[in-house]
Nanobody, 126 residues
Framework: VQLQASGGGLVQAEGSLRLSCAAS????????VAWFRQAPGKERNFVAA????????EFSDSVKGRFTISRDNVKSTVYLQMNSLKPEDTAVYYC????????????????????WGQGTLVTVSS
């Protein structure tokens, strides 16, 4: 299984970006996928997750209302639409695949995700 994250770049505050996470190998729809981010010198934090079917989603408080997550299981791709970006959103964004379709709790804990993309850098200028 491989995950390829893309779509990062430099954007001004209040701008938008869409990240993509393309998966290869495995049955994509069986597994939840999440986005995490890591700012320089800081720990990796949960951003958003989506269930295998796409019916369930979860967001961190810091991005709720500004980011949306979706998936296309035919294309084996998960998207993170980021709107109203803020300088504090600057980070390397990683997508990760969970081991099940949707776990009842602890979705924000990165240890449950066993496949990771390489990360894509998002820089938001003020």
């Amino acid at each position: 299984v491989q995950l390829q994250a893309s779509g990062g770049g430099l954007v001004q505050a209040e701008g938008s970006l869409r990240l993509s996470c393309a998966a290869s190998g495995g049955t994509f729809s069986r597994y939840a996928v999440a986005w995490f981010r890591q700012a320089p010198g800081k720990e990796r934090n949960f951003v958003a997750a989506i269930s295998g079917s796409g019916e369930n989603t979860e967001f961190s408080d810091s991005v709720k209302g500004r980011f949306t997550i979706s998936r296309d299981n035919v294309k084996s791709t998960v998207y993170l639409q980021m709107n109203s970006l803020k300088p504090e959103d600057t980070a390397v964004y990683y997508c990760a695949r969970d081991q099940i379709a949707w776990r009842p709790m602890l979705r924000r804990h990165f240890s449950f995700y066993n496949y990771w993309g390489q990360g894509t850098l998002v820089t938001v200028s003020s």
